[in-house]
């Protein structure tokens, strides 16, 4: 971390539910690369703290040397109580003090953090998340006011981090930033356990639009002779109560409900096949977890700088019809999964460990924010 000792703030209204080991069917995969960014920086020698929402836990609390402050306050509606949320985080952040303040979502708040970096003198760093942030459909769909927010909020930022070449070209053009690309970090389990079992093509994520669970479950219509599950949070309770519901006519199909982390990671160690059908993503941590594991991943429109296609470590499908002839071939033919498997294993060791990327990040904090 070099001679001093430097302080580093993570805002992230989620991440509890990491940090806590309590399950609030609500993280996903920002929050999950923030903790394993803030463990590795506190192992190093970092104060590292947190800002995370209010889960009925005490105003400050330390877990595992992490601290955790409770703020995202919500004073209900109307002017006066709008106006008491942002001074009540100004005032946190200012208690807080760190040298570095990391924020990874765009959000009303981010521009106050942004803001009081400028102020205080502080670094601020801004990291990218989906795709869709760097799209004229997901730009359109945050509306004006938070459009303008988030863009202002990357200009304050002095440093930009995006996962991938488009978002860092994208940044260019629509946000004037020159980003910098710092991949997300994936712990490796020690050892992948042999795969016996019949396989199992799994969904994991969000249940939301945009992940397109429909198309899933019309691919288990088509391929009828293998298990499928489904897991994911809910996000929107009417969505996922009506996937949930139709998800019940199809016999072939588990609907999993919310499991967390650790059991998702012990479903890994079985026979996996991936599947991805959302519009857009940044780099997803589900690629990560199952490349980590020894497992191929089938995806229909995501794959980030063409690693799948690149390093041969499943199929990008691009429509139904391929990503069913795909996902047959993978099914009725257990060598070829272990090759890709094995590729994907390798991958991640080489491209995504924590030592490599935090060891990339702390030479970027280096040479940018000093």
């Known amino acids: 971390m070099g001679k001093r000792k430097i302080s580093i703030c993570f805002i992230s209204r989620q991440a509890y539910s990491y940090l806590s080991k309590k399950n609030f069917n609500s993280a996903g995969g920002a929050e999950l690369q923030e903790t394993l960014l803030a463990k590795e920086f506190l192992k190093r ?66 521009l106050i953090i942004g803001l009081f970096c400028k102020i205080k003198r502080k670094k601020f760093i801004f990291a990218a998340g989906s795709d869709s942030h760097f799209r004229e459909e997901g730009l359109h769909k945050m509306g004006l006011i938070p459009r303008i927010v988030y863009k202002s909020s990357s200009k304050l930022a002095n440093l930009f981090i995006v996962q991938n070449s488009f978002q860092k070209e994208e940044a260019r053009k629509i946000l004037g930033i020159n980003a910098i690309i710092i991949k997300n970090l994936m712990e490796l389990p020690k050892e992948i356990s042999c795969k016996t079992e019949s396989p199992i093509v799994l969904f994991v994520g969000s249940i939301i639009d945009y992940k397109r669970p429909g198309i899933f479950m019309e691919l288990a219509r088509t391929v009828k002779n293998t298990k499928f599950y489904f897991i994911g949070p809910c996000n929107d309770k009417n969505y996922y109560d009506s996937i949930k519901r139709k998800s019940r ?13 650790e059991k998702i990671l012990e479903l890994y160690e079985k026979d996996i096949i991936l599947v991805n059908t959302s519009k857009f993503e940044g780099f997803p941590n589900t690629f990560l977890e199952a490349w980590s594991y020894g497992n191929p991943v089938i995806s229909l429109d995501v794959d980030p700088d ?45 491209n995504h460990s924590i030592k490599k990327i935090l060891d990339e990040f702390e030479k970027f904090l280096k040479d940018h924010l000093q």
């Open 45 to 110: 020698g970092a104060d590292v703290s947190f800002i995370v929402g209010n889960y009925g836990q005490d105003d400050q609390v330390t877990i595992n040397g992490l601290e955790i402050h409770k703020g995202f306050f919500s004073y209900g509606k109307g002017i006066f109580n709008r106006i008491l949320e942002p001074i009540s985080f100004w005032n946190l952040l200012s208690k807080i003090n760190a040298d570095i303040y990391y924020r990874r979502t765009p959000h009303n708040l981010t």
């Open 306 to 350: 063409e690693v799948i296609c690149k390093y041969k470590l499943g199929f990008h499908s691009r429509t139904f019809d391929k990503m069913t002839e795909d996902l047959n071939k993978l099914v009725n033919d257990k060598k070829l999964r272990e090759e890709l498997g094995k590729n994907g294993r390798r991958y991640v060791e080489q």
């Open 249 to 261: 006519k199809i016999t072939n199909l588990k609907f999993c409900d919310y499991l967390p982390r």
